[in-house]
């Protein structure tokens, strides 16, 4: 019998290596039969009760061939080697129409299997990862139960769990948060907190009126700057979430003036140091505007088409993700743009850690891995995505998506491929433009 690692099995290892004592696996038999195999690459031995018990749970398998090279470089190309981050869509329902969301046309649905998510972050807290983002939609709005599964992850309350918010419940009293009444926002704080929450991540795109425009509320941002010390006397940390566009003057007033209140800073340290601090904290979001979804009625048109560097459509999420994504729909994902991601297996259908084992069969895993991805800029409409885009991440976005309904049907002529060009434009928003 020829027993191999799994991407679990090695990721496993990896864990127990950095940490120097076993505290994923704690019978040491079974331990050294990991480190035996890693050691050796393939194992050549008879069955035992301990192998069984290692192929059950994913960490070993059994291969019919001898092809040490290949399998080397199988444990070196480990997909799940730098995953450090869960993010949990838990549901896509939101209370605002943000201009920048890049989901605002995706269906929405709001997961409700809660003992099976539990399962699964239990599978992935075992592979060391100990930072949990629970993201929307609203998730403080729509997710019934996902305190529940805040609270059963972080029973010894040594995660990092956070959540995203708009602020909606901000000043608020008597308000219905996914399903639980609340009399106050400090007694929804405290009860985020006696349920494992570790920080709330309030989104911001600019100073007063323009967060106020930008989300459609009045009076949003003063809320926002208001809940921040009642936050943090909670014993939570309160963080931000920012979508950096070219127009962020306002946005860096912000910035500094919630920098002060959340490090209590002094108020004459110069605004620079205030904004490294801010950016420097890992548990702040700065992403970049992606032109897609919502976002596409902001496009600014700044890269002609022409310009793309074949190269530059490679993204090596796709095959080395730092996250994965447990979509509300049950989809392991590793991107946040619409479902481009979305290739890696169900949970909902499917045992997490044998979807983990075979990451490197998604096609959008090989599209990506083996640089294929540029055979299918030809199809890249320009009469539709138009002939200028503001990031690359919306073209390998809709590429990706393109290529892989080209990839699940079989006959590609002409009024096929038009077909998934006309589906793709439609919910990723560029029919809307
Ligand atoms: S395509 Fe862009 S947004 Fe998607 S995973 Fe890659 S870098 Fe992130």
Known sequence: ?????????????????????????????????????????????????????????????????????????????????????????????????????????????????????????????????????????????????????????????????????????????????????????????????????????????????????????????????????????????????????????????ALIEIATIIYDLDKNLNPESKLRILQNDKMNAFSNFIDIGNGLQNKRNLIHFSQIDEKHLICKAFYRPQTIRLQANGNISICPLLDAGEDYGNFHNNNIVELLNNFQKSFSYQLHANKQIKNYLKYYDTNIFGLYFDHICSVRSVLTIIARKMNKISIIDNSSIRKIVDEVAEYSGYNEI
């Open 1 to 253: 019998m020829k027993l191999i690692l799994t991407n679990y099995g090695h990721k496993l290892l990896l864990i127990n290596n950095i940490n120097d004592n076993p505290t994923f696996i704690t019978d040491i038999e079974k331990l050294k039969i990991l480190k035996k195999i890693r050691n050796e690459i393939i194992l050549d031995e008879t069955f035992s009760k301990n192998y069984e018990y290692l192929i059950s749970n994913g960490l070993v398998e059994v291969i019919e061939n001898n092809d040490f090279q290949k399998i080397k470089f199988k444990y070196n190309k480990n997909p799940l080697e730098f995953v450090d981050r869960v993010v949990v869509e838990f549901t896509t329902e939101c209370n605002f129409n943000c201009k920048h969301c890049r989901n605002g046309s995706l269906n929405k649905i709001t997961e409700t299997n809660i003992p099976l998510l539990i399962n699964n972050l239990h599978s992935l807290k075992l592979l060391g990862i100990n930072k949990f983002e629970f993201i929307g939609g609203e998730v403080t709005k729509f997710a019934n139960g996902w305190l529940n599964v805040t609270k059963e992850i972080n029973k010894d309350f040594d995660q990092i769990i956070s959540v995203y918010t708009n602020g909606w419940w901000i000043n608020k009293s008597n308000f219905d948060a996914a399903g639980k009444i609340y009399l106050s926002d400090i007694d929804y704080i405290t009860d985020l907190k006696n349920n494992g929450v570790t920080h709330i991540v309030f989104s911001i795109d600019g100073y007063k009126e323009k967060h106020n425009i930008s989300r459609g509320i009045n009076g949003l941002y003063d809320n926002i700057i208001s809940v921040l010390p009642k936050v943090k006397n909670a014993g939570l940390k309160p963080q931000i979430s920012v979508v950096l566009k070219d127009d962020i003057e306002t946005l860096v007033v």
